[in-house]
Each structure stands twice: as structure tokens, then as C-alpha cells.
Nanobody, 125 residues
Framework: VQLVESGGGFVQPGGSLRLSCEVT????????IGWFRQAPGRERAGLAC????????FVGYPVKGRFTISRDKSKNTMFLQMNSLKPEDTGVYYC???????????????????WGQGTQVTVSS
């Protein structure tokens, strides 16, 4: 199983980016997907996650109203649409997936088994 990310880059404050993460490999029944960010000198933090049982989504307070998580089931691809970006959104962004995770743990990186390689997002003027 591999998670392959794309879409990072450099953007000015107020701009937008969309990250993509394709899940490849057979036999993986994903229960939850999530996006995490690791800023320089900080721990990896959960931003948004999606329960694949009912496609319910959860977005963390720091990015609520600006970031949206979604997926295209037919393409095994998840997305993170990021709008109104701020300099503090700078960091390495990771997608993650797991075949079995309870809802209360979906923002905790320790509970995810599969990770993308990470993609750098830099927000600066």
C-alpha cells in the first residue's frame, strides 16, 4: 500500500492550494483518511479527517472554514483544499490512512498505519 501526495508548493498569503493523495495497492479497506501538518520544530498535527463509512468529515479548529477534506472514491484519491492560506500554515503536509480507527482517535497520528511521503507548503509574501 502506498500513499502518493502531490500539490504542494509556494503561495502568497490569502492564496489557495489543493493537495492530492492517491492510495494505491490492493486489499486495503480504509476506514479513515486524514491530513496532517508538521511545522518546523513542532509535532505532526491533525488538520482534517474523513470517516469512509459515511463520508463524514471533521476539520480542526485552526483551519476550520478554510480547509476542506474530500475524496474521489472511484480514483482512490483524497484531497485537501486549502483557502485563505496564512504564513502559519507553512509546513510539510502528510496524508494518512488506516483500515481500523475509532472516531475519537482520527486526529491522532499515532493511530494511522499508512502515510504519504509528505509535501512542502510554504506561505510567504
Amino acid at each position: 500500500v502506498q500513499l502518493v501526495e502531490s500539490g504542494g508548493g509556494f503561495v502568497q498569503p490569502g492564496g489557495s492550494l489543493r493537495l492530492s493523495c492517491e492510495v494505491t495497492g490492493s486489499g486495503l479497506d480504509v476506514d479513515a483518511i486524514g491530513w496532517f501538518r508538521q511545522a518546523p520544530g513542532r509535532e505532526r498535527a491533525g488538520l482534517a479527517c474523513l470517516n469512509t463509512d459515511d463520508d463524514s468529515t471533521f476539520v480542526g479548529y485552526p483551519v476550520k472554514g478554510r480547509f476542506t477534506i474530500s475524496r474521489d472514491k472511484s480514483k482512490n484519491t483524497m484531497f485537501l483544499q486549502m483557502n485563505s492560506l496564512k504564513p502559519e500554515d507553512t509546513g510539510v503536509y502528510y496524508c494518512a490512512a488506516d483500515p481500523s480507527i475509532i472516531q475519537s482517535s482520527m486526529f491522532d497520528s499515532r493511530y494511522y498505519s499508512y502515510w504519504g511521503q509528505g509535501t512542502q507548503v510554504t506561505v510567504s509574501s
